[in-house]
């Protein structure tokens, strides 16, 4: 008899491992896994709700995201603090958590309270050793979760987290393209007098990131030059870049120093953007264009050209990354423009690599690099420094050159 009951418990165990790792969920979309998840999780477990909530950007509060039988957690947005009551208990110590008699001291979901649950499981949905969810299961009535249905309810975790990832991952990415797109256009603003091209690519090995370029032209005749690099990648990454291009392009319609117009982008992102670092290089191209002024908050120096002379750098020494120290002193560099000068600017993905010295990346850039219309500029640039492998960090190249000369 005995022989019986172990093999029908082995059985049983096989049943239930089946119905969570079948083959045919792997054909659903994101959101529907999740939901057949939790919908076989309450049958196996013979429970009567099932819910996954994630943890926020912010990593303090848990957001209700799918749901069986508490699919009001959803539809009302409920957010649960990480640390208190039953499942913000389960995040904090990204272990299990049983309650076989649920009541206000041990759960503060009015939900669960309202809905008459009377025993709840919950499992930590883990990312490596990072929880980014919780998934509990709960019945009506009073009950004892085995070491069984916690084992199982890891294995639907694992799988939920796996799909998770793989959700979050596709609606970042396909938002910080979004928003790269729609702020770096292909070809920059016109503006009278100026050959102006620009290139921006993805790293292949971190996708869309935080480097971008901007020129503009301001009321006073001054033409703002800038280029950046925000430190991370992905939709955070975009999401601050864009801050930053918006808030650099308020700030130089207030002053034509390009140290002062760093100064206070820099306050700005102490302030609004703590956590967040970005090199900048701002230049401002006088009416004449004959002479820039720069700025450069921990950025590449960019290079000049002249017909029929070679590329150089600007003789300046970059000041500390926007974010890095608060108060942070600014200078500018001046440099002349001549008629039919090329001035570059760039960002490290385009001559940084793993088995190369910087300083060696820019000497390549410079041999390779001669005075010729904006977008020859930047395809000589991309062709000499991307021709044999792809960059592994995303890249961005501003090319300008004067044409009333």
Known sequence: ??????????????????????????????????????????????????????VDPGGTELVATAASGLEEEVRQGVRLPIGRGFAGSVAARGEPVMIEHVDHTNVINPILLTRGVASVLGVPMLNGSQVIGVLHVGTLTPRRFTADDVELLRLVADRASLATQARLSRLDRAAAVALQRSLLPARPQAVPGLDVAAR?????????????????????????????????????????????????????????????????????????????????????????????????????PPLVAEPGEGTRLVPIEPDLPLGAYPGASRHTARIELAPAGCLFLYTDGLIERRDRHLDMGIDLLLRSLTCQPADAMCTTAMAAMLSEREATDDVAVLAVRRTDG
Do not use: C
């Open 200 to 300: 921006y690519v993805p790293g292949s090995a971190t996708g869309v990131g935080g480097d971008w370029y901007d020129l503009f032209a301001l009321p006073s005749g001054h033409i703002g030059i800038a280029i950046g690099d925000v430190a991370g990648n992905g939709l955070r990454a975009a999401v601050v870049m864009g801050r930053i291009r918006s808030a650099l392009r308020a700030y130089a319609l207030e002053t034509e120093d390009p140290a002062e117009v760093l100064t206070r982008l820099d306050r700005k992102v102490q302030l609004f953007e703590p956590g967040a670092m970005a090199t900048v290089l701002y230049a401002v191209l006088d009416p004449t264009l004959e002479s820039v002024t720069v700025s450069s908050a921990g950025h590449l």
């Open 1 to 54: 008899m005995s022989g019986d009951t172990s093999r029908a418990g082995s059985e049983e165990k096989l049943r239930r491992l089946q119905a969570v790792t079948d083959a045919a969920l792997s054909q659903l979309g994101v959101e529907d896994l999740l939901d057949e998840l939790l919908v076989r999780t309450r049958d196996l477990l013979q429970a009567d709700t099932a819910a996954i909530l994630l």
